[in-house]
């Protein structure tokens, strides 16, 4: 990986600088030239457009490195700066200088038929613009079809038969030729292929811009804003050239406009760099070109209008098309002022709509609560946002299911923090491009406070409510560490002692001659220190049987074993978590207790076996049946219990049948 | 009979050591914890270990592991375990081995029945306590509906190590009825007859085991 990216980086500046010599060789060329064949600007247009594409396509390249359109941009810098070194070189090497420099006839041959390349790049991003991505997965046969049809024209150009346009016609190709018969029909077939490729590649943006919507919206139409320059700039040049007043200011504007606009546009709709910001200026530009050529044809219009009614000389016709373009421009800018509004409030009206019907569908109880996070998303254009809620308590962000959530803004995401009045609701957490429409972002988000606020306690409740269950079951095992801690104290503490008060007694006893009354009564003092101890051993085997530290199969055989019914036990080996085996445990004494209290039961089997993820636990007596659970004494409190440990207890005792008590207690988290 | 007693409980270890003195016994030590009860059976090998099962330093079952060392590496020391209940199913298994006894500690206050255990016990015979055979005998009733209530009385007490006379003793009965009895018992349960006492315990545990889990 960081191989790799180090290979990139050195890729990267191979090709800037040799874009850079081919480009400084070419300006050299054109300086040495003394008889140009092209307009002076010309010659400034090339290094500007060759530097625009190279550096937006290193910016791309260096920040969105998983991105080709970068490298493309860097292609298409490179690709204009050979085809302007091989025309200087052409012009230099053949027309004023024969024979000085070696292999002119190359660059001939690269300036006459290697001008496809300077479709190819533009072709090429306009298919996988903005992600990098063609469209789907269908456009890969097309996107195929494109680059086979490029290559075959380009191949074919440098093998066409005949001699080289003038004024290069004296120049012989350094090629062979192909004759004529095989070469037409390949060559026109490349042709069709490459001109449906450029409709293909119109086609693709048309295609992402119907389904795109939010941010890859907005960068498609800035590309289209930027690509809309071109017509802009024919038209421009068209008129200047049709009024034949010898300038080609226009052009050249119109021109230096296109070479700028198109990779920039690329570049930030790429790296999403004050996109809205962007989008806003063109947006208002477009409007106020608009404007302004309304207001010049009103002016035509009126004065060409007057002028012909009223015969040359008058100054009425310009004083009236003056009036007129003055009263045209209030009503006028009002209008286009609105349209501008319009088209800048959609994404914020579109959006308020979104969550006013959500709100609707909240209020009618269509609509959950937790939804708001993905209502905000849609209605915000932004399907990476998230929402968080804040939870005062902990200090900590929780998602829409109580859980608490890593809120983390990187170079891509930021983070708004959500207020409703003096209350900290939560944050979103939006694309960065979102930022730049703050109005956009707070109107929709104030809008859906309610809403939020609403999911926020919802997520709180169902916090609280997992944490409730957590300390609910903590409880219980906690319960059971302290029974167990309490039956250790009972059998090494106080049974012990008693077993020693009772060996003094003995040893007293043995001191005192056989048949006295005082021997007599150390015996009975002993029997009842046996008597206690055993109680005691009792008590302790209640809070807890020992037996449980060998498995809740052993525990269950003991428990089986003092049973006053025949009890059967198929019980696991398996271990399981001390709090279950201690509340399975329990299960099954109440529910033997009660088969033997209540059930005029005669056979019982206990089961306990693992099973679909839980600790299963089974009694089954063969009693009259009837049990209801409310009326189990012990049962009511197991249910409690087993439900803490995330597990359910059912009693089954339909009158006649017997019992089952069945205790279900999961076993994986 | 020379003795070695291992219990952690101060109190205990000396109610045990007098016990055993006063019946005239030769108490050679009494330690508190499993580590240096190896050292003192390795040192000088006693006639019986009497160990606590749960020891320094984890109180778990250490008794239960020196007791097992014991029973490999000094066959010829009579091993009787004491526990504060019935616990591990593993000390039940070790009767198998002869020269040992698993009892409560509760026992040592019925001085005759125990020291006639301890002796039973260094001598390589067998003790389990009553209570532990009660809940070998008491599961599967249907297994012992044969016997009398008489013969299943002796069945236990066979269970618990003792012979045929010690039973005589214990049920006040003549030592041929007793025998009677044992004869059977044994046939009813289909075992065969053995002069080893301690055999003949491994032969019912065994079966008596066997009848609670069927599998």
Redesign the interface.
Known sequence: MIGGMRAARVALWVVVFLTAGVMAGAVLLDALSSRSTEPVWLSFVFPLAVAMSTGVGVVVATRRRDNPIGWLLLANGFVLALNGLAANYATYGVLEHSGSLPEADWAVLFDQSGWPTLFAAFTAIAFVFPDGRLPSPRWRPIALAAITSFTVFLLLSFLRPGSFEKPFDAVSSPLPQLPEAIFFAPFTIGALGMLASLFAAALAVRTRLRRASGIERSQIKLLAYAAALIPAAVVAGWVEGLMGSGSDTATVIGLVLVVLAIPLAIGVAVLRYRLYEVDRLINRTLVYVALSALLAATYAAVSLSLGVALGAGSTLPTAAATLAVALAFGALRSRVQMLVDRRFSRARYEGLQRVERYLVELRAGRAAPEATGEVLAAALGDPSLELFFWVPESEEHVDSSGRPAQVAPDSHRDLTPVRRGSLRLGAVLHDSALSERRDLLESVIDAAGLAIEIARLRAEVARRLAEVEQSRARIVTAGYEERRRLERDL??GA??????I???L??VQ?QLPAPSREAGELDSA?AE??EA??EL?EL??GVRP??L??GLG?AL??L???SAL??RVEATGERFADSLETAAYFVASEALANAAKHAQASQVTVTAARQNGSLLVCVRDDGVGGTRPAEGTGLGGMTDRVAALGGSLSVDSPPGQGTVVTAELPCES | MRVVIAED?A??RE??R??FE?AGHDVIAAIEDADRLRAAISGDEPDLAVIDV?MPPS??DEGIRAARWILDAHPDVGVLVLS??????GAVGLVSQGGFGYLL??R????AEFLEAAERVARGGSALDPQVV???V?????AFGALTDREREVLSLMAEGLTNNAIARRLVLTDRTVEGHVRSVLMKLDLTANEDAHRRVLAVITYLRAA??PR
């Open positions: 059998h090494d049974q012990q002692r008693l077993v020693s009772g060996l003094a003995r040893h043995g002993v220190l046996t101890i055993e051993r302790a085997r020992a037996r530290d060998d052993a055989g003991e089986a074993s003092r025949q009890t | 409980q109190l205990l109610g045990l007098r016990l006063d749960r109180f778990t504060q209940h019935v616990e591990s199913a500690k509760d040592v206050l019925d001085v009660a809940s070998l008491g599961g599967e009733r249907d609670n889990h």
